[in-house]
């Protein structure tokens, strides 16, 4: 499919000719590097070396504008001085340019001039249709043989390959070439996008999607531009291949998620996360990890499930493996009884037909491929890792070929670890020829796995549909109009709002009176609870505004008076709230914040004082389908709190989800609301009521 | 300090005549290997081949047996057959040797007839006076020049230089050693010790802590053979240098934790890990992080405080190692505004002077060495991160060297982090030679900065005396004479025992009948809380047998007769303890599990449901001194839930460091005690009682 955000890329990734605008002949200048590459990199058709001195450029005919080049020119590259950009770019334009790869810095990453000039050259290249990498951006780079295109300044030539990295920042793209070199990544594409006036990282990999000879994506990624768009670009195309990021930025989250109010937990980073997770994007911490995971996810299969087995010629590694995929949620497979005799055939008493299967230090290729030839079989095993410490006297390259030969055309994944280095190098080569992936330490191995094994439940996962709601529109839009600019809502016309929708409550009366507090109790029944609301008193608790567990009307006039007496000279207009007193001890929070940018943030986590310092809480960007809040409240690091324990039957989670569905309705239907929290909400088991006791409510104020 | 565990070490370490029994003339054998690797390590004495049957191996005269050898032999290294090591053993004792460094196998780890040739081993060395590494291991290595010694298989010979490494498997030695010189370790001593029939890694430890040549000592363990005895040794060494360690294992922790009892709560690896912190070990993960903490702490000082400056010449990895030092919990340190402004004097206005102080993409050596004389000045700073992504036109080996001139003598330590590959081989030499650690990721330099400052805590960790509690010693003993062979004491006397130390409880009265339970709410005073006791009642909650705010004598009677008639048919003989209810909502856990192996190990966690579900628990091995309780709570996930919040004043923590110290007491006067768990244990504020509401205590039944 071609959109707009992939129309014309073909015009900077596989043009027909290149101008280099700004090209020298200077050693050591990134105009000259930019034509070396090119002509390195092979280009097949013409590259026009644009220089308003110099003749010839690297033994190519310059030209003094780009006016003056006689054929047709697809794509510009600008090494120009930052002044002379907007010029050049207009040139271009006029000549018929396709697509423009703006090397120079100095646009919105000097701020002031820079952001004018930046907003210049975006309607420049909006004019004449052209596409526009960068600025401020190390260039790009095709590896297709009849496409090679390298227009970038990198000083590391990337081996060709299947896989396409994007990176926000220049500085690293050279890095992250140079390591994926030295990795042994063959690269399909690259680009480095920097300020995005144009093309962005969603773009690319939106090209990338569509492009058969790209096998796995990669993204360095250091914000998310519209995170909308990316969210339903990247999602479709994850769904046909790995995508992969290391985001930065994780530590703002930190400083962000230590805001004390519940609402605004969502700092940036936690948004940011939600949001490639929801992608399917696999984000790993670093770029090590990254290239792991690719060269992993090139040549072999993801587990389908978490049982792996672990297969070594000693001890100690075994259980350092073992270590690693149970801390990273992975489980030890239980081997089947028919392995475990089979394994005892073949190998010799001392060694341990147990996972992890210890095929103890005299094991030789011979019996490493008996070994697997057997476990390889099991149904028990949904992948292998296979350790090898290579002692005196064992051929370490005959051993990798045992691995390669009995691991082939096999349905799952298989991760080597090659210890120690006699012969270890001979051994890490024969292996990564075959395509499995090879590690010096076992722990390695487990992150990568634990990774291929999300991608693979990524792929399972099916959205529900999301339920529509009986509600009431019109009472709701009632409340909106009476209360409108008020910012917080009062918390009866909140509750009344999220009423309308269907949110239960526990039954309550709002008082003025002592002696109304009473009459109020009786009502509602006992035990109940008295709170005591004004329109500054946000943190109840905080100024010991709430009495719990009153249970005759003496009880609830005594705590009356003592409220009022004690808050109205600090609060002014303090009136009561009498409620019935909700059983059950799971507490949770339900709510939804309005980001500028990500859209509507729903968050489902612990209630009560655990979410205030525990701060257990998931975070999904909207719109939620009907199995997101399931997701959400599994995915809370309590989740066990929610389960079945001591005597109590589980919390009735169906409610919760409702819940959180309907708020979704509400917020769909009114876009004026910037947060909703419904905090503390009891959950209770399935025999009993489940209700809200208290909830927030903020409008836009305009 | 030469004490039994360390006398006679330099028998193997350092003698003057070694003998290889079981050399071999044949390629690729162990008994070859060991007779080269003595030769090529440039061994001063003789060396001694014996064989049966050949004459001369590796053009070295050989000898049909030990005592055949004229001179005499210090060290006999062990390569023959399982079944003739015994022969070996007594011969070599015969023969006055001091030490045997055993590699052969086939003993304890093949059990049954291996365990009694261990066992045998063990004795002959013992009469002997000899001492012995292994059996099992791949023997030991000195580098000192005068007593040059490589006694061991490794195919890798480690280079010289000052750290000492044991490593408790033989396979992983080989890898530890291969992967050390990769790294640019160099090696004084190491030793594998394979199954410690005699020598322990304990004693090398007090060996190497003697030994001024060596300068860290590196461990991998997999077991801890004695704590108590492995806790004072390496506890007085670490004082002198760092001791670093790799412990597999980590997984069966995960296993035991899942225990559902909290007095069981410490698993075989919370102990050691809790065993190895005591000790000041710094404990990594993988061999990778191991051999960078090595290099830094060889070289760099440890940081005395947390605040780290990050100087960069790119946004991305500044970002990047910001992400990793926050989350790692080291801090950005607020540069000083002297130091902003002396900055702004130096740099173009483009750069940020804010931390990560970023030079920007055209920063070379004399703007990086401007920048670092400035920041390296800066008190508000603890520690330095140098990033460097190495641009074209600039001479990444230049700001190496600015690197290293600028922070020569500086009394903070300095990571560097050079990214990219132009010039970057160069760079990483330059700095590595000046000792300064160099990482091609901001992340692994965040994680050995976290350990160096870790280290920095531990040294400047001062004991408090532990006090002396006046108790009535007498009067928990008679209890525990009425309760002999008990195993769980009845409630009311594990009480009576806790209170005899001084642990207070929340009043309450024991009674059997609901009428009486009526007269004794009175007595206590309401409200109050009702619990059913019987003898196989021990989770209380799963059987609802605790009813709380109860607030009249009529709720009481009512609750007392439904437990009864719920719980007679079940239970037998139960009985009603009528408790005051106790203030506070701050649940603590308090106790005390004695280990086979470790003895006391002491638990302090957050009680009530988060204990059981969150198992927030943190556990020391005694004896505690009196700064450890503090330590403990301290280092709970939740502490936060002990502060101050919402209107609540913070816990009154030093109630609860007393009674961990009172049930300390208790613990060390009565040795049957196996068990004790108080919780909850109510933390008040410090304006009201603190109470323990609920306890356990279990003796030996014998």
């Known amino acids: ?370 070994a697997l030839r057997i476990v390889t079989r099991d149904p028990e095993v949904d992948g292998l890792v296979v350790l090898f410490v290579s002692p005196i006297m064992i051929d370490a390259a005959a051993v990798a070929q045992a691995i390669v030969d009995e691991t082939r055309e096999l349905q799952k994944p298989v991760l080597a670890c090659v210890m120690g280095r006699q012969r270890g190098d001979e051994a890490h080569a024969i292996l990564q020829r075959a395509g499995i992936p090879v590690f010096r330490y076992p722990e390695d191995a487990a992150v990568t796995l634990r990774l291929m094994a999300r991608r693979w439940r990524w792929l399972q996962r099916r959205p529900a549909k999301t339920p529509k709601f009986r509600v009431d529109k019109a009472a709701a839009a009632r409340l909106f109009r009476t209360h409108r600019g008020r910012g917080w809502l009062p918390g009866a016309a909140a509750e009344a709002v999220l009423q309308a929708y269907g949110v239960p409550f526990a039954p309550s009366r709002r008082v003025q009176e002592p002696g109304d507090a009473v009459a109020a109790a009786h009502k509602v029944g006992f035990p109940v609870v008295l709170k005591a609301e004004a329109a500054d008193l946000l943190h109840k608790s905080e100024h010991r505004a709430v009495r719990t567990g009153l249970r005759s009307g003496d009880e609830v006039f005594a705590a009356a008076q003592e409220l009022l007496t004690r808050l109205k000279p600090r609060f002014g207009d303090v009136s009561l709230q009498v409620q019935r007193h909700a059983d059950g001890h799971r507490e949770v929070l339900l709510g939804m914040t309005r980001d500028v940018r990500y859209g509507p943030l729903y968050a489902a986590g612990l209630g009560g004082v655990q979410v205030e310092l525990l701060r257990d809480v998931v975070v999904r960007i909207g719109p939620l389908d009907g199995q997101d809040p399931h997701e959400m409240f599994a995915g809370l690091k309590g989740a066990a709190l929610l389960g079945a324990f001591r005597g109590s039957p589980p919390a009735d989670l169906d409610v919760g989800v409702e819940v959180l569905l309907r708020i979704q309705q509400l917020v769909q239907d009114f876009p004026q609301i910037q947060e909703v929290e419904v905090n503390p909400f009891i959950l209770a088991g399935k025999d009993r009521r489940s209700v809200a006791v208290d909830a927030r409510l903020r409008v836009e104020t305009r």
Not at 73 to 81: I, T
Not at 167 to 177: D, K, R, T, V, Y
């Open 1 to 370: 499919m071609t959109t707009v955000r992939t129309r014309g890329l073909d015009g900077i990734f596989r043009p027909r000719s290149v101008a280099v605008v700004g090209a020298s002949r200077r050693e050591g200048s990134i105009g000259r590097q930019v034509v070396a590459n090119l002509i390195a990199g092979g280009f097949q058709g013409p590259v026009y070396p644009v220089n308003t001195r110099a003749e010839v450029v690297l033994s190519v005919p310059a030209f003094s504008q780009v006016s003056r080049i006689p054929g047709p020119v697809d794509l510009a590259v600008l090494v120009v001085p930052p002044d002379a950009v907007l010029k050049v770019a207009e040139q271009c334009g006029k000549k018929g340019v396709k697509g423009l790869v703006v090397i120079t810095a100095g646009f919105r990453e000097i701020g002031g001039v820079g952001i004018q000039r930046e907003e210049k050259l975006r309607r420049i290249a909006e004019r004449h249709g052209m596409r526009v990498i960068g600025p401020n951006c190390m260039g790009i780079v095709n590896t297709e043989p009849e496409f090679a295109c390298n227009a970038s300044f990198s000083a590391t030539p990337p081996p060709v390959g299947s896989v396409a990295m994007v990176s926000q920042s220049g500085a690293l793209g050279e890095a992250i070439l140079a390591d994926a070199a030295q990795a042994g990544i063959g690269v399909a594409m690259f680009a480095s996008v920097g300020n995005r006036v144009d093309v962005t990282a969603a773009d690319l990999v939106a090209y990338w999607g569509d492009d058969d000879k790209v096998k796995v994506i990669l993204l360095y990624l250091e914000t998310v531009g519209e995170p909308q768009e990316f969210l339903q670009v990247v999602r479709a195309v994850a769904r046909k291949k790995p995508v992969i990021a290391v985001k930065s930025g994780r530590s703002d989250a930190g400083a962000q998620a230590a805001s004390s109010h519940t609402g605004s937990i969502a700092g940036a980073d936690v948004a940011a996360d939600t949001l490639l997770q929801q992608c399917g994007v696999l984000r790993v911490d670093n770029f090590r990890d990254m290239f792991s995971l690719a060269q992993a996810l090139l040549n072999q299969p993801p587990p389908r499930g978490r049982r792996m087995a672990v297969v070594t010629n000693a001890g100690g590694p075994g259980i350092l493996a073992t270590d690693a995929l149970v801390a990273l949620g992975m489980q030890m497979a239980a081997i089947a009884p028919a392995t475990a005799r089979a394994l005892r055939k073949v190998l010799p008493p001392e060694a341990s037909v147990h996972n992890p299967i210890d095929l103890i230090a005299s094991a030789d290729a011979a019996r490493y491929r008996a």
